[in-house]
């Protein structure tokens, strides 16, 4: 008889939540703690491993312990009881000197979020689960902060941060205010104008020029695609890649053109050419529909070239000029 991987994986973990769950109450009624068992994320864990967490409230305080498979080989059940006993008596201890600096670095989690001004909350903040063989202590303890952010399908989403100082939670919080509170903008910039998603020119023709149905291909970006190809090819010299897409609201063209001279990649209002134009190449080229730098190739369509930059890489840099639609429901549900 063949056994289901993920059958037998499942009953693993099952028969793992059971066995620590026996454990856990047993000790919890032992000494006068509230207990809850539940599976490890898989951030938690790593790949190709299982497990739970235990969680005990000590006294108003929550102590979250990791048991998984593989650190727990070896170990029967008196072994992880005695241990788990040994982390509730550590944090029993260290209780109060906890008590401060959880509170302490989450206030100053609270500041950064507030001070980055991206629209982001904070929506839970614990200790980063224990393995139940580590010594508790309370100056190494690492913390998961929840924090709702905008996905880049400008979807709400819960952003795991696990760090241990405010420092470091601080310097995250920083990187990712900058994307937030673009797209908290184009969120905002939507909703005023009753619109699902904005589309660029070019990602409208292309959709066109390739036979395909702009209603149908949005529905697909709209159900979770974040880019669908209407050409791919990988013949040489040929214009290999045109695809549309969806990022932060908005649909654009991304290509490879394989077949202008110099070939060149599109993506929304960047274009590349691979060649490193002279800086006289590069100001003619200013204010000039891009197609006259690519052959004619009609892609670009009437596109205009607004700046442009030489690399020392080989290749030139050119912002162009795309316009911009809404598309809005009753676009989608037009027959």
């Given at each position: 008889?063949?056994?289901?991987?993920?059958?037998?994986?499942a009953q693993q973990l099952t028969d793992?939540?059971?066995?620590?769950?026996?454990?856990?109450?047993?000790?919890?009624?032992?000494?006068?703690?509230?207990?809850?068992?539940?599976?490890?994320?898989?951030?938690?864990?790593?790949?190709?491993?299982?497990?739970?967490?235990?969680?005990?409230?000590?006294?108003?305080?929550?102590?979250?312990?990791?048991?998984?498979?593989?650190?727990?080989?070896?170990?029967?059940?008196?072994?992880?009881?005695?241990?788990?006993?040994?982390?509730?008596?550590?944090?029993?201890?260290?209780?109060?000197?906890?008590?401060?600096?959880?509170?302490?670095?989450?206030?100053?989690?609270?500041?950064?979020?507030?001070?980055?001004?991206?629209?982001?909350?904070?929506?839970?903040?614990?200790?980063?689960?224990?393995?139940?063989?580590?010594?508790?202590?309370?100056?190494?303890?690492?913390?998961?902060?929840?924090?709702?952010?905008?996905?880049?399908?400008?979807?709400?989403?819960?952003?795991?941060?696990?760090?241990?100082?405010?420092?470091?939670?601080?310097?995250?919080?920083?990187?990712?205010?900058?994307?937030?509170r673009r797209r908290q903008r184009m969120?905002?910039?939507?909703?005023?104008?009753?619109?699902?998603?904005?589309?660029?020119?070019?990602?409208?023709?292309?959709?066109?020029?390739?036979?395909?149905?702009?209603?149908?291909?949005?529905?697909?970006?709209?159900?979770?695609?974040?880019?669908?190809?209407?050409?791919?090819?990988?013949?040489?010299?040929?214009?290999?890649?045109?695809?549309?897409?969806?990022?932060?609201?908005?649909?654009?063209?991304?290509?490879?053109?394989?077949?202008?001279?110099?070939?060149?990649?599109?993506?929304?209002?960047?274009?590349?050419?691979?060649?490193?134009?002279?800086?006289?190449?590069?100001?003619?080229?200013l204010g000039n529909p891009a197609h006259?730098?690519?052959?004619?190739?009609?892609?670009?369509?009437?596109?205009?070239?607004?700046?442009?930059?030489?690399?020392?890489?080989?290749?030139?840099?050119?912002?162009?000029?795309?316009?911009?639609?809404?598309?809005?429901?009753?676009?989608?549900?037009?027959?």
């Open positions: 008889m063949t056994i289901d991987t993920a059958e037998r994986d793992l939540t059971s066995q620590v769950r026996e454990i856990a109450s047993r000790i919890a009624a032992e000494t006068g703690t509230v207990t809850t068992v539940t599976p490890a994320s898989p951030a938690t864990l790593g790949d190709d491993n299982d497990g739970v967490c235990i969680r005990f409230a000590v006294n108003g305080v929550d102590l979250i312990l990791l048991v998984d498979e593989r650190s727990s080989e070896g170990h029967d059940n008196v072994s992880i009881a005695s241990a788990l006993r040994a982390r509730i008596t550590e944090m029993t201890t260290q209780r109060e000197p906890f008590i401060d600096h959880f509170s302490g670095v989450r206030n100053r989690v609270e500041s950064s979020i507030e001070r980055a001004m991206a629209g982001m909350r904070l929506i839970s903040f614990e200790m980063e689960p224990l393995p139940f063989w580590a010594v508790f202590d309370w100056r190494r303890v690492q913390f998961d902060a929840t924090i709702e952010t905008l996905s880049p399908m400008l979807q709400s989403e819960k952003l795991v941060i696990g760090r241990s100082t405010p420092r470091a939670f601080a310097g995250d919080i920083a990187s990712m205010a900058r994307s937030q969120k905002a910039r939507l909703d005023a104008n009753d619109a699902v998603f904005e589309i660029d020119a070019l990602a409208d023709a292309a959709i066109a020029a390739h036979g395909r149905v702009s209603k149908e291909i949005i529905a697909q970006l709209r159900s979770g695609w974040r880019q669908i190809d209407l050409v791919n090819e990988n013949l040489s010299g040929d214009r290999n890649t045109v695809s549309v897409v969806l990022w932060e609201g908005r649909i654009l063209l991304s290509a490879r053109l394989g077949k202008t001279a110099p070939t060149a990649l599109i993506h929304g209002s960047e274009l590349r050419v691979d060649s490193a134009l002279d800086a006289e190449a590069v100001a003619r080229a006259r730098l690519l052959g004619d190739d009609t892609i670009v369509g009437d596109a205009k070239i607004t700046s442009g930059k030489s690399r020392y890489e080989g290749y030139t840099e050119f912002k162009m000029r795309v316009p911009r639609r809404f598309i809005r429901e009753e676009e989608l549900r037009a027959a």
